[in-house]
Structure formats: structure tokens, C-alpha cells
């Protein structure tokens, strides 16, 4: 019996021996990682460029433990510090007049003058090399009376002093058959495309350095473009984009006094010109099925009212901006089945966009028709709501025709509406003829406003106001899909009509 | 109960009225030095002029409100005003009137709650500056037949009244903007549209029209 549990106990206690060993051995092995992984980490960063006056320099810049660390000696070489490396010390003196700056290596203390200053992050020293975290310029190296340096958490770039550094905002939007870049700068430059097709790539050279980028990559990804991002590690500031191999063509359009460049990605397909270039020719026309009718109106912008955080009118259930972007959907599908002509919705998504950009995408892509789209909203409940408006006549005429030599300066570009009121009115009149025999009893009366979106619009355009969000009833009418389809159906139709009664195009 | 229990019980009650009356009395006067500081910080405050003396005669205007039914958008109800001799204290009586709201139920109010006009001022050629607060556009409920409302019954009470304004501009927040809900363009000073009313043009208006720009004045 004894011998029976002595073997028990054995057994038990090699058992916990075991287990303790594993134990041991899992702490072992997360000590040992801890060690590893605990230990200064290095990554080789890229190139990092400081924007002088008058210069630049390009520096490799490296990271260590989460800090970037720049070559100090490159720097106090280009701004002509006399220096003493002492080996032994560890210690590098920089002087400049009388004032002198020692640094010591693995140590976050400097000394300006005998004062000492403290750094968030050590110095190093390596290979022959002294390494400063960015902090220095500003905490260290400015007091020996060099210029400020600006310098955002992020971006890799540092701008020395007063040296302008206008903003460059970049934005991507897909627009049916077209992606759009939009870059808008604080000052004016000028963008060189090259493209290299073999790897998809191309590159928008900035003739201006430096400029000081908002964001550095874009976080849009379509059928066109894969990453757009920008880069000036060699001190030239440029807009690389990837793209697939679905993009034929690109154009380049530049607005605002070269402060606002479009740059349109195309599908070989596609039959429409989405640049304004004067210098470009003129829009090759697709071929017309010789079985239909010769199509009028080839290209139709609509515009889903409001987005983003413009949400419109907001009826119980529904919001304008929602309802308006279902509706251009559908109308795009239907109008796309029915015309077989080029759709583009001003947005397909929720987004934010002002009336210029909105009209601007009609006028880039030649369009002949633009629809704007927007929900009612009345004071009164009872009230159908509905109207179709198109451009005030003579609006703006007085203002500009003011005979002071300013005035002739700029180009009234909210007169935009006048080339095609006529038509514009035309178009209005054969859309509520069409609305009142599917939707009776919702008026639609045509009525005329100083409308932002339509007045730089230069092709026949009106603007829908539908329903009444304020009368819960009609909110749910609009939100039922059964009448979205007869309404988007019966705009189709006009549309349709005023396409056959418009002359042909010239093109 | 016991007699000191009940003098006890006196003594209390005296010393909580008392320091109740403290209390009050020390909330009363932090309360006044608050107010004078306040007062004291803003020095610059200019004292409210009064926008008419006792002495100018009363005169009607049309004041332009969004009308419930009917195919005008808006309709007109008489206001008075007095007659002062400059123009902006016309000008700021009339868009008191246009914020107090209609008294016909048959009417809406044009201007989103809590809406205020922080300046006003004249050019020489006849267009009047408004600088309305934010809450314009904040309180907007939007729908453009709203803001066309909100927009021409500024824009016509303002006209149609006063013939020496020709053109309104409107400003938001002290600042140009674009639209006020977004739709309507403010970027250019606008002029009187009665086609969006059931008023008639005042005779004078007519006859001014006909026999030119310069007949207009009054």
C-alpha cells in the first residue's frame, strides 16, 4: 500500500515538474521576445527634404524607437556650423559666433551656452554618425540663431525659416465613366503629366517646391486608380498615381489661375471629353445606330441635391440629400436604358459639394443636359411642394454691365445660365407637361430663382423640386419605390421628348 | 417636551433664519458684482438709438410673408412705420416688421427663429447691406421655396417700400456667402420680384419704370 502511494506521490510530482518546466519555459521564451522586440528599433526611413529660402536638403532620415532621427552633421555642414566631433567625449560642439551648443551621445540633455535644454529624445551616435530627433532643430540648433523650422507630426518634410509653403489640397471622385482628381494649391503652379503605361503609373510633377500637401495619400480606390499619393523625398514635389488598366487617357485641365487643376482618368470607351481644354479637339461623336433616332442630347449631368453634411430638408423619415441620391440613381439607369446616352451624376455618394463644382461637372463634360434634383420643403404643410425652376431671367445683368473698367476685369461666371435660358425654359416647359399627366394634383408649376447651381451651368439645365418633406403623407409617397420608378420614368420621358425637339449638334 | 429641549429647539431655528438671511442676502450681492463686471467689460456697448422720433408722421408699408395656398409664393400685410428722416432707420423698422412675423393666420413667418440683423448700411447707389446672424442659415428648415421666401420677403419689404433701394444684399455671420440653405445665389445684391407675389407694383413704381431710371426717385 505505502509502495502504491509513494508511486502516486512520484507520479504526481513529475507531473508538476512538467507543468512548472512548461511555465518556465513560456517565460523564457517571452522574456527572450521581450528582449528582442524591447531593444532599440531601427527602420531605414525615406528621404526627408528641408525647404530652405533659397535651397533644399535632402536627408535620410532614420527611425528609431518610434523617432525620427535626422543626420546631424549633413545639416550643420549646409548651414556652414564650424563643429568639433570629440570621439572620446562622445560629445559634438557646434558653434556659432559666441554661442556654443554640445551634445552628448544617449543623452536628452544638451547645453546651450552652459544652459541646459532638454530633448524629448536622446541624441545618438552611430557609426560615425550623429543622429538628432527633429525636436533639436527647433530646441537646439535654432538658438545658434539659424531660422525656425515648421514642422508637422506626419508629413515628411521640414520648411526652414519663412519659406512659403502653399497648401495643396488633393480630392478624388469617381463621376460615372470618369475619375477625378481635383487638386487645388494656395498659389499658382503648374502640373507636368508623365505617364509610364508599362507599369501603370503616372506622375504630376509640381514645378514649385515646396509646397506643403494636406494629406499625403488619398483614400480612394475605383476601377481606374489603385493609390494616389505625394511624395517630394527628392525634394521635387509630385503626385504619383497607380492605376489599372482600364485607364486609356488621361486629361489635364487647369482652372483659377493655375491654382485648380483637373485631372480626368478615362476609359478607352468612352466617347466623352471631360476636359475644357480649348486646345484639345473637339469631342469625337459616337456612332449612331443607324435604326434610331439621331440622339440630341448625348451627355446628361444630374445633380442629387445637397450631401455630406448639407443634409438638405429633413422630412420624418427622410432626409433631402437621401432622397435626391436614389432618384439620380434610378434616373441615370433608366435614362442610360432608354437614350443610351452618357449619365453622370455630379455625386454618387454622400458627400459634400458646392453649386460651382456641381455645374462644373456638366460644363467639363460637355454635357446637353442638366438636372439638379431636390426635395420640397414648405412652410406650409399643405402645400404640394413641387415646382420646376429654372435660371431668373437677366439675373446678375445690371451688376455687370456697371461700365467701370473692374467690372470688365473678371468673367461673370454665374452668367454661365444665359447661353441656354431659352432652351432651358423650353426643356422646363416639356418636363411639367410630362410630370402633370403621371402626377396629377402636385402642381409643378415653372418657376424661375437666382439658382447657384444653374447659373454658371451653360447647357439647357433646370432644377426639380419634388414633393413636400413637411406633409408626412408625401414624404412616404417619395420614399415608395413603386412611385420613385413612375416619377425617374416620367423625367425619362421628357427628357426624351426635349432631346428629339432639340436641333442637332454641331458635332 | 422638555423646556430646554424647546429653547434648544428656538435657538436653532433663529440661528438657521438668520444665516438663511445671510446666504440670500451674500448670492444677492455676487450676483450684482457679476452683472457690474460684465457690464464693466463691455464699455463699448453704443447705446440703442431709437430708430424714430415722436414727431415723424406714421406711414404703411407692405410687409412680404410667405402665404399658405394659392399659386404666390408670397403675399403682403400692412405694417406701420414712422417716416424718420434717415433711410437705414426706415430700412431697420421694416425688417423689424419682417421679424416680428405676420398676423394673418393665413401667413408664415420668413425668417428662421432667433434670427437677428447685426448691421445694416447703405451705398450710395442704392443697395442696401445686410449682415443677418448665422441663425438664418442655422435655423433654416431649407426647401427652396422656403429660402425664396425667406430671401424676396427681405428683398421686397425693403423695395418696395423704400424706391431709393434698388438692390438688397444680403451678408450672413459678417461675411459673403454663397446661399443661405443652398439653393439661392447671394453672391450678387438682388432686386424687387413681385412675380412671386399677389401685390401690384406701387403706382409710382410703374410710372418711375416707364419714364426711366431717373424718374425713379422719389
Known amino acids: ?507 | 417636551m422638555p423646556r430646554h429641549i424647546k429653547i434648544g429647539l428656538i435657538v436653532l431655528a433663529v440661528g438657521f433664519a438668520v444665516s438663511l438671511g445671510f446666504f440670500v442676502d451674500i448670492v444677492g450681492r455676487i450676483r450684482t458684482m457679476v452683472n457690474e463686471r460684465e457690464t464693466e467689460e463691455n464699455p463699448f456697448t453704443p447705446p440703442v438709438q431709437p430708430l424714430y422720433s415722436p414727431t415723424d408722421p406714421p406711414i404703411t408699408a407692405k410687409i412680404f410673408f410667405p402665404t399658405a395656398g394659392g399659386d404666390a409664393l408670397l403675399t403682403a400685410e400692412d405694417g406701420t412705420i414712422f417716416k424718420s428722416a434717415e433711410l437705414a432707420n426706415r430700412a431697420k423698422q421694416i425688417l423689424q416688421k419682417v421679424q416680428e412675423g405676420p398676423h394673418s393666420d393665413k401667413m408664415f413667418a420668413s425668417l428662421p427663429k432667433d434670427t437677428k440683423v447685426q448691421d445694416l448700411f447703405l451705398s450710395e447707389q442704392g443697395t442696401v447691406f445686410i449682415d443677418f446672424s448665422n441663425t438664418i442659415s442655422i435655423n433654416h428648415p431649407g426647401g427652396l421655396l422656403n429660402e425664396l421666401a425667406t430671401i424676396y420677403s427681405v428683398v421686397n419689404s425693403l423695395t418696395y417700400n423704400l424706391p431709393e433701394i434698388k438692390q438688397v444684399k444680403i451678408l450672413i455671420g459678417g461675411v459673403e456667402k454663397e446661399t443661405l440653405a443652398g439653393h439661392c445665389l447671394l453672391l450678387v445684391p438682388l432686386e424687387m420680384d413681385l412675380s412671386i407675389t399677389d401685390v401690384m407694383p406701387r403706382q409710382e413704381q410703374t410710372t418711375a419704370a416707364d419714364a426711366g431710371p431717373a424718374g425713379r426717385s422719389q
Open chain 1, 1 to 507: 500500500m505505502w509502495a502504491r502511494f509513494v508511486r502516486a506521490y512520484m507520479i504526481d510530482l513529475n507531473f508538476h515538474i512538467m507543468r512548472n518546466r512548461r511555465i518556465v519555459f513560456l517565460l523564457a521564451a517571452l522574456g527572450a521576445a521581450l528582449f528582442i522586440l524591447g531593444g532599440p528599433s531601427r527602420a531605414a526611413d525615406g528621404n526627408f527634404p528641408i525647404y530652405f529660402q533659397n535651397s533644399k536638403l535632402v536627408l535620410k532620415a532614420e527611425t528609431i524607437n518610434k523617432t525620427t532621427y535626422l543626420p546631424l552633421k549633413e545639416i550643420i555642414e549646409f548651414l556652414g556650423l564650424p563643429y568639433t566631433d570629440a570621439v572620446a567625449l562622445e560629445t559634438l560642439t557646434i558653434r556659432s559666433g559666441n554661442s556654443r551648443l554640445i551634445v552628448t551621445n544617449n543623452s536628452g540633455v544638451i547645453s546651450f551656452n552652459d544652459q541646459i535644454v532638454l530633448l524629448p529624445s536622446p541624441m545618438l551616435r552611430q557609426n560615425d554618425q550623429w543622429l538628432a530627433p527633429i525636436e533639436f532643430l527647433n530646441q537646439g540648433l535654432a538658438r545658434l540663431g539659424g531660422p525656425e523650422y515648421r514642422y508637422r507630426p506626419g508629413p515628411s518634410r521640414i520648411f526652414a525659416g519663412d519659406v512659403e509653403a502653399p497648401e495643396l489640397v488633393m480630392n478624388a471622385q469617381s463621376l460615372g465613366p470618369i475619375t477625378r482628381l481635383t487638386i487645388r494649391c494656395g498659389a499658382p503652379i503648374n502640373l507636368d503629366l508623365r505617364r509610364d503605361d508599362q507599369n501603370n503609373r503616372a506622375t504630376l510633377v509640381i514645378d514649385r517646391a515646396p509646397v506643403d500637401p494636406l494629406r499625403e495619400r488619398i483614400d480612394h480606390k475605383d476601377r481606374f486608380v489603385k493609390s494616389i499619393s505625394f511624395d517630394d523625398s527628392d525634394g521635387t514635389p509630385k503626385i504619383l498615381l497607380d492605376l489599372t488598366n482600364e485607364v486609356a487617357d488621361i486629361k489635364l485641365a487647369s482652372a483659377d489661375n493655375s491654382r485648380l487643376f483637373f485631372v480626368d482618368l478615362i476609359r478607352k470607351a468612352e466617347t466623352i471629353t471631360a476636359s475644357p481644354a480649348p486646345a484639345e479637339p473637339a469631342p469625337t461623336a459616337p456612332k449612331v445606330d443607324a435604326t434610331q433616332p439621331a440622339r440630341k442630347v448625348r451627355v446628361i449631368v444630374i445633380d442629387p441635391g445637397h450631401g455630406g453634411m448639407d443634409t438638405g430638408a429633413k422630412g420624418a423619415s427622410v432626409t433631402e440629400k437621401d432622397l435626391t441620391l436614389i432618384l439620380a440613381r434610378k434616373l441615370r439607369a433608366v435614362l442610360q436604358m432608354r437614350l443610351g446616352a452618357t449619365v453622370l451624376l455630379s455625386r454618387d455618394s454622400d458627400i459634400a459639394m458646392d453649386n460651382e463644382a456641381r455645374s462644373a461637372v456638366a460644363n467639363n463634360n460637355q454635357a446637353n443636359l442638366f438636372i439638379s434634383l431636390h426635395a420640397g420643403f414648405s412652410a406650409d404643410p399643405m402645400e404640394a411642394g413641387s415646382s420646376i425652376f429654372i435660371m431668373k431671367e437677366d439675373f446678375g445683368g445690371k451688376f455687370t454691365t456697371t461700365s467701370t473698367p473692374r467690372d470688365q476685369l473678371f468673367l461673370p461666371w454665374y452668367l454661365g445660365y444665359r447661353a441656354s435660358r431659352e432652351a432651358s425654359a423650353r426643356a422646363a416647359k416639356v418636363m411639367q407637361e410630362e410630370l402633370l399627366k403621371t402626377v396629377p394634383g402636385w402642381g409643378f408649376p415653372v418657376r424661375t430663382a437666382p439658382l447657384a447651381v444653374l447659373s454658371s451651368a451653360a447647357m439647357p439645365s433646370l432644377l426639380l423640386e419634388i414633393g413636400n418633406l413637411n406633409n408626412q403623407v408625401n414624404a412616404q409617397t417619395l420614399m415608395e419605390t413603386e412611385f420613385q420608378n413612375r416619377l425617374v420614368g416620367t423625367i425619362a420621358d421628357a427628357v426624351q421628348r426635349f432631346s428629339e425637339s432639340q436641333p442637332a449638334p454641331a458635332n
